[in-house]
């Protein structure tokens, strides 16, 4: 049975979003008992359920106070290494999507002038004015570029070559 993917958002139903926040927080005691086991970290979870007085504390409300004394026991430029605020995910997510759309511009870029290098060899050049200065300037580098490509590949090919005919010489 293949998992329905959630929307995160506030579950209007009572007793739905009671259930699901039993199940999460099994879930996520058990993901927290896995990573302190596995991986030899001191961990601790505090969690503060709707409608319920008291907090649920995992392990326990005193490994949970030595763990959380622990933590701020140390320097506060070591506390806050790697913690990130809402603003610096967003931040780091947003470089991280504009990083991809400059990739895929310059990609699209490339395949543009490629396109446009075919379009001149089979047509026996540049008809008409649309094609502008830039995209002249970028279809020349295009063109030194792929020319270099096509050198070395003939110097690569030649230098195999020039090896196998002292090999094949007695």
């Not at 039993?22 to 709707?50: H, Q, W």
């Not at 809402?86 to 490629?114: F, S, V």
Request: glycine share 4%; with cysteine.
């Amino acid at each position: 049975m293949t998992r329905r993917k959630s929307s995160p958002g506030y579950i209007e139903n009572n007793s739905r979003r009671r259930a699901i926040f039993r199940a999460r927080k099994g879930s996520l005691m058990k993901k927290m008992d896995e990573i302190s086991t596995l991986c030899g970290v001191e961990s601790c979870a505090i969690i503060y359920p709707e409608n319920e007085p008291e907090p649920v504390i995992w392990p326990s409300p005193e490994k949970a106070k030595e763990v959380i004394s622990k933590f701020k026991e140390k320097p506060r430029l070591e506390q806050n290494k790697r913690t990130l605020t809402q603003e610096t995910l967003l931040k780091k997510r947003i470089q991280k999507a504009e990083d991809q759309l400059k990739k895929q511009r310059d990609d699209n870029r490339q395949k543009e002038m490629t396109h446009l290098m075919f379009q001149c060899l089979s047509k026996g050049g540049i008809s008409g004015n649309n094609v502008s200065l830039i995209d002249l300037s970028d279809l020349s580098r295009l063109i030194d570029q792929t020319l270099k490509e096509i050198d070395l590949k003939i110097e690569k090919i030649e230098g195999q070559d020039q090896e196998e005919e002292t090999q094949t010489k007695p």
